[in-house]
């Protein structure tokens, strides 16, 4: 029977909860029993009666540990391949001439590690190929979050069976503590909506979010509205059936007639968004992932995160993959989004780490915030962010 982990604390000049109605605490204090919490706040009153191991981290900012609301861990081979720059069919037709088999665990192994030493509690990771063995690979760090096992192509399943997930992926996930499984569709030009509708409903039944790609790419947007345009070149007859029919309406305004916005979905990219786009993300409550490094190495523009973030869409940042991003660290999101939007509110970014991940995933009380019970541990935010976030 494994030993219970020993308390230990860490301290730092300023903490920022991230509790609803609570403000920052100086001269912080946060006390762990492996990644649970089990006190958080000023140092006198956490530390009073503690005589255990403390580590002082000096001027730090102390956040609660992030997530990273899209990624697909199982493309973690691909680092340093991928063509940059070039749009993408340029991309597409490069990734699908790799070999996507599941990666070495000790591939997989790494990237976890490497993502949980920038401040990574949890994850919303998305995949068809390698879901068993990122499962092990997360718990192996003590990551949380959901794995999600993507449906993509226009074969009609019978009639009596909604989506499920692969037996291998549900027995991992029974021993994985903090780490669950749902199905969700790949884009709206990829999945058909039948697949889309099913894997909807089972979410909701697992009460898990729906997530989907959204608005990627100015070819989707030309797909859906016309049946023309780049992807229309590149998919049809293979992705998308020859006899494909093109809705005439944009993706937000085809995915809310599918049934697929609301509170509890993700959509991911939203790059190429009219102002109707936005405005029905925000009357759904569907959150958007921003992913600004992946879409500025494969070359499909850049999210309105000002107007997205105006309009009161929830937003979160992701990652995406390696097979296109240099590499898994947030911090470096966060940077990028800065860059292209250098008068972005600075306040809007923590929650999109933390709290609006954490509610997407139904966790809202265990991820996302420092306050005793919660899971997710801590981050640090790096110095050249500090002043701007805090």
């Known amino acids: 029977m494994p030993h219970p982990a020993r308390p230990r604390a860490v301290t730092a000049r300023l903490m920022l909860p991230m509790i609803p109605g609570a403000g920052r605490v100086d001269d912080a204090a946060v006390l762990f029993a492996g990644r649970r919490i089990l006190a958080a706040g000023p140092r006198r009153q956490v530390l009073g009666d503690f005589s255990g191991p403390v580590e002082d981290l000096g ?14 861990l199982e493309l973690s081979g691909l680092g340093g391949q991928s063509p940059r720059g070039a749009g993408f069919p340029a991309w597409a037709a490069w990734l699908a001439g790799r070999d996507l088999s599941p990666p070495p665990a000790a591939v997989l192994a790494a990237a976890v590690r490497r993502m949980a030493a920038t401040g ?11 879901g068993p063995a990122v499962v092990a690979a997360l718990a192996a760090q003590g990551l949380s979050g959901l794995v999600c096992h993507e449906y993509i192509g226009f074969r009609r399943p019978p009639a009596d069976l909604p989506p499920v997930l692969p037996p291998a992926l549900e027995a991992a996930v029974r021993q994985a503590p903090g780490v669950r499984a749902a199905p969700s569709g790949h884009a709206l030009y990829s999945t058909s909506p039948d697949s889309l509708r099913r894997a909807r409903e089972a979410c909701r039944r697992l009460c898990a979010p729906f997530c989907l790609h959204v608005a990627e790419t100015a070819g989707e947007v030309a797909l859906l509205a016309t049946g023309t345009g780049e992807l229309a070149a590149l998919f049809r007859g293979r992705l998308v059936p020859k006899g494909y029919r093109p809705p ?6 085809e995915a809310l007639s599918l049934g697929l916005l609301g509170p509890d979905a993700l959509a991911v990219h939203a790059v190429w968004l009219s102002g109707a786009d936005r405005r029905l993300l925000a009357e759904t409550g569907t959150a958007v992932c921003l992913c600004p490094r992946s879409n500025r190495h494969i070359g499909v523009g850049t999210a309105d995160a000002p107007a997205l973030f105006a309009a009161g869409v929830p937003l979160c940042l992701g990652t995406d993959s390696l097979a296109s991003n240099d590499d898994l660290d947030l911090w470096n999101e966060v940077r990028a989004l800065l860059a292209d939007h250098p008068d972005f509110p600075g306040q809007a970014l923590l929650p999109a780490l933390t709290t609006t991940p954490a509610r997407l995933l139904g966790r809202d009380r265990e991820l996302g915030l420092l306050a005793p ?18």
């Open 373 to 390: 019970g919660a899971v997710g541990g801590y981050a640090v935010i790096p110095p050249d962010l500090a002043a701007r976030l805090a």
């Open 248 to 253: 005439g309406r944009t993706p937000v305004a």
């Open 59 to 72: 001027d730090a900012v102390l956040v609660p540990g992030l997530i990273n609301a899209h990624v697909h």
């Open 120 to 130: 990574t509690a949890g994850v919303i990771d998305v995949g068809s190929r390698a």
